[in-house]
DNA sequence: CTGAAAGCGCTTACAG
DNA sequence: CTGAAAGCGCTTACAG
């Protein structure tokens, strides 16, 4: 398809192009960089004497003599095998590739166990250059890594709401007013006792949601509207479901929130288990929305969310920041109410 | 925790280092680097110096001067929404990463549609010297990468059985040995007719276990052992299944065994949909076995695979390469049958 | 043990 | 429109 360079040993450099086209390096860096200064004549001479060789600029040459480097970061601070299940995060990382590509731009990805470890590898990319700028997750409230990263002069983008992402330029789903219609939505159908399986209490957007969730269960008057905190996974959204569940038939819940779906489908589980119909004796409603929630039986209803969009958003306002611009900022869409078969009106014997 | 730089503009050099440490630039990179031919005083104050200033040396600029890039490549060529979905791949990146974090070397990743892309994204990382290498995944029979790269001179390591990599370095599981296990478990416990829901037929590995399954079939005269192929995704297998579970009674398949643990999830819920108890009335064994397996009711048998541990294999075989050894050759630890709950002897009224 | 110099492969002013 | 030169920030021989 493309011809080999063949030479063994020796790559080519900018010099050899420039020896076969017989014009000088300077020109081939114009010409192949589609800069104006070289006839069209011989810049279709350089491209072809470049694919002949097949070479491209070393990019270290390039980011050496000025150019930005093409390369973002993404460092998530969560265990590994949590990773593997969440599904937010291939999609979310197929967002952000789907702008770079057109940029020519990548990703460097970089799985940690905490924050202190997230901070030291963003300061070692920054610090030694291999970064141009990173995408930031995952923010707990007070984040250490507003300080330290801009103290480092980091060029980033946060995903998360104002409140919790300093100054950074940011963006973010509107949490609290999808919480608001998931309850109104449970409530409209009849649920009196709902509760929620929300995720890891250490990151900020699991406070806004329990904020919401509270707030929203109180201005309907509904009591015993019960968080309980995991941390994402199935065996956790599994168990807390079971604790819910187990409660007296006066006092269990007859809907349940989760914040995501893997512990929906995992909540699925155990209410069968239990020996309680979905959404007979209990509806449940799941948040994100992959896949997922439309293998089971029944289909999840669910809080519906453009995760490659919302990466997507994030690069684009990224390369904005880079470019010394000034990102639009504000939410994207918030998450809309899907609903399929997992949740209903309460049975009236309940 | 540290000394961010404070100076606001111009970011530090080893010019800077070498200054305020009172030695010449030759010596910061000694020192810095662990290089004899520095005292340890001298290596003391370097070390001090760069700290306080927040200096790191510049990639492109060690890459520039010799030093081999630290970066590793993989790309991924599967639809965006797919591997949202596919727990094999973060776990498999975590253990990537998990090797390549102690050698301070980090992952480039990309996502593209299909192979021909994923060769034109190789050719220019590898030509821009923005890898040293790469991990290849997914091979299908006669991988057009195998020429394209090799011709490129990429060192590579490849995922996937030597009949179907070339002579590039490998590393695969004995799928073949696993299926004909998973088969013989299934006959032994009495079942007749067997089907297998295989993932992409382009892939070399699903050939590889759509031949052992059928020889294995033969070889203990189960007849009808149908495979049915997919894409791997939840879609697909709940069709696939459904497909084999309409069959009349007296031809149904009674167990049925899937090339990945979502499709296992989703056949689990066709069979609930179809009236057909599990195991009661067919026996459903997943593979890879993510968490996955344990969310649902019954509990998933699998053959269960460490991705994680599997990664971490094909990071240190290309280092290994990387620095001009002969990687060990040879198969990682085989899928494991791991009976749960999904799978029992067939009713005696089938 | 240390310092001065060359060179890696580009890009970018700066002369022609 | 083109060519020769300087410089980016390192590392590595090579003298002292």
Not at 23 to 38: D, E, I, Q
Not at 177 to 190: K, M, S
Not at 288 to 293: A, H, I, M, P
Request: aromatic content about 4%; proline content about 7%; hydrophobic content about 45%.
């Amino acid at each position: 398809m493309s011809l080999p360079a063949g030479e063994p040993g020796r790559r080519p450099t900018i010099k050899d192009v420039a020896a076969l086209a017989g014009v000088s390096k300077g020109a081939v860096s114009m010409a192949f960089n589609g800069r104006p200064g070289v006839s069209e004549t011989t810049r279709a001479r350089v491209i072809a004497a470049a694919s002949q060789l097949g070479w491209a600029p070393s990019q270290s040459a390039r980011v050496l003599s000025g150019t930005r480097v093409n390369t973002i970061g993404l460092v998530i601070a969560r265990p590994a095998r949590m990773l593997g299940l969440e599904p937010f995060y291939m999609e979310f990382i197929s967002g952000i590739e789907s702008v770079l590509a057109d940029h020519d731009s990548a990703l460097l990805l970089r799985l940690v166990g905490d924050v202190p470890e997230e901070i030291a590898v963003q300061r070692a990319w920054w610090r030694s250059r291999q970064i141009s700028g990173s995408i930031l997750v995952d923010f707990l409230s007070d984040d250490p890594r507003i300080p330290a990263l801009t103290a480092l002069g980091l060029p980033a983008v946060a995903v998360g709401h104002p409140s919790l992402t300093g100054g950074l330029p940011c963006a973010w789903t509107d949490d609290a007013t999808a919480v608001t219609e998931a309850v109104r939505y449970l409530a409209a159908l009849g649920h009196r006792r709902i509760a929620r399986v929300g995720g890891a209490a250490a990151f900020g957007h699991t406070a806004i949601r329990a904020t919401a969730f509270a707030r929203t269960a109180r201005e309907l008057g509904l009591d015993q509207a019960r968080s309980v905190d995991t941390d994402f996974s199935g065996a956790q959204g599994a168990r807390a479901t079971r604790g819910l569940l187990a409660s007296p038939a006066g006092s269990r819940p007859t809907a349940i929130l989760y914040d995501n779906d893997l512990m929906a489908v995992a909540g699925l589980s155990v209410a069968a288990e239990m020996g309680l119909a979905v959404p007979r004796d209990v509806s449940l409603l799941a948040w994100d929305d992959s896949q997922l929630c439309q293998l089971t039986l029944p289909k999840l209803s669910a809080m519906s969310h453009d995760v490659f969009g919302f990466g997507a958003e994030l690069a684009r306002r990224l390369l904005t920041v880079l470019n010394g611009g000034t990102p639009a900022t504000g939410p994207v869409a918030t998450p809309v109410l899907t609903p399929r078969e997992s949740t209903a009106p309460p049975a009236r014997t309940t």
